[in-house]
């Protein structure tokens, strides 16, 4: 009676077809094989002998060489360099560890259950080392096609998407791989004014050397980059942040909200979700002078996400717009703690000239700015204003 083993083994060739097949079938890139007889036989080539280097060891119980390793990242290497995109790759490895397990489970011989149990424990304990091989060989031979800015790219989009390779392409590229990154979100309100994809790329590539950080753009008004945040003085990641943010902000030339949540490199994806969040709400400024965190603007957050409720609070603060200068004044007001002293200074007006700003906003909302009330709707009437959501 055969053993699953040789049952696979006799299968080889056949599961090596259909699954170059479904490649073909479920990815665009993959479908141009057909086409390229030389591309088609060389998938087909390493479809096999993965498989029957898989039954190989399985059987001996012996894990994945470094010859393997080196012979399965030359395969990713050679897919790189052949411009297969890095969606594609991650779609054909997720496709080849399904189409695998299918075959093992799915093989006549399944009543042998010591060895199906032997294939599935080695296959489960050397697909990720495996995978991982073949993602470093894919960003070598990406290397020779893409610069270093689209590299560097591709690396934060891996971060901001918890692939578990994604440090080791971090440090590949030579930059420093963090346990933690402060995922920092800049936001550029829309203008005709935003740079464009030729523009934003050139942006980038001085930046990246004086930053050294994965970055990039995730779309025409938003920037991010991972700095990161293993510093245990949370001042420290703060001053890094806020001196990206403002070296960017100039480099660009437009004023921009910045947005910023920590999170371990197996967890940014919801950091990143955080951040964007956190840089709709957070106010905009020609110099950034803070990084926002949820701390800092969870109520005006809440409002972004209920429009119900942004245009009541727009609707009860409209006649601030009839102030003489009302929205600085609180402003100024309320990033002074409430202290009239430092806020008139900082608006370089007398302080009787302040008392009778804040008079004129209780008059004109019906809301005292010193009350508990006050400092709940104005101070987030302020940073909606700031943040250019009411025009």
Not at 30 to 49: G, N, T
């Amino acid at each position: 009676m055969r053993d699953i083993f040789d049952v696979l083994e006799h299968q080889v060739t056949d599961n090596a077809r259909n699954a170059v097949e479904m490649y073909a079938k479920e990815l665009p890139e993959y479908q141009r094989a057909q086409s390229e007889p030389r591309l088609h036989d060389a998938i087909m080539e390493f479809a096999v002998s993965i498989r029957r280097r898989t039954i190989s060891l399985a059987r001996e119980g012996v894990p994945l060489s470094d010859e393997d390793l080196s012979f399965i990242s030359s395969i990713g290497q050679d897919r790189g360099a052949k411009g297969f995109s890095e969606s594609s790759q991650q779609n054909a490895l997720t496709l080849h560890t399904s189409s695998m397990l299918r075959e093992i489970s799915e093989a006549p011989a399944t009543h042998d259950m010591d060895g199906l149990l032997r294939m599935v424990t080695w296959f489960s304990a050397q697909a990720g080392t495996a995978r991982g091989a073949y993602v470093l060989g894919f960003e070598k031979g990406r290397s020779r096609a893409l610069s270093a800015v689209a590299r560097v790219q591709a690396c934060a989009k891996m971060l901001l998407a918890d692939d578990p390779t994604a440090p080791d392409v971090v440090r590949n590229l030579g930059l420093p791989s963090p346990g933690r990154y402060a995922v920092t979100v800049l936001r550029f309100p829309a203008s005709r004014a935003l740079p464009d994809s030729g523009t934003r790329a050139a942006l980038l590539e001085p930046f990246l050397l004086s930053h050294r950080v994965p970055m990039l753009w995730r779309r025409p008004e938003e920037f991010v980059a991972l700095v990161p945040a293993d510093d245990t003085d949370p001042a420290a990641v703060d001053r890094r942040v806020l001196s990206l943010a403002r070296d960017f902000s100039a480099a660009v030339g437009l004023p921009c909200a910045v947005g910023t949540a920590t999170g371990a490199v197996s967890a940014l994806a919801e950091a990143a979700r955080t951040a964007h969040l956190v840089s709709r709400a957070a106010p905009v400024a020609r110099t950034p002078d803070r990084a926002c965190t949820a701390a800092d603007v969870f109520v005006e957050m809440g409002l972004v996400q209920l429009p119900e409720l942004d245009d009541w609070l727009r609707g009860l603060t409209r006649r601030l717009a009839e102030g003489p200068d009302l929205v600085a004044t609180l402003d100024a007001y309320y990033r002074a703690d409430m202290n009239r002293l430092r806020a008139s200074a900082a608006l370089h007006v007398h302080p009787r000239t302040l008392d009778y700003r804040l008079r004129r906003v209780r008059a004109l909302t019906g809301v005292d700015p010193g009350s508990t009330r006050g400092v709940r709707l104005l101070s987030a009437a302020v940073t909606r204003v700031r943040a250019g959501a009411w025009g």
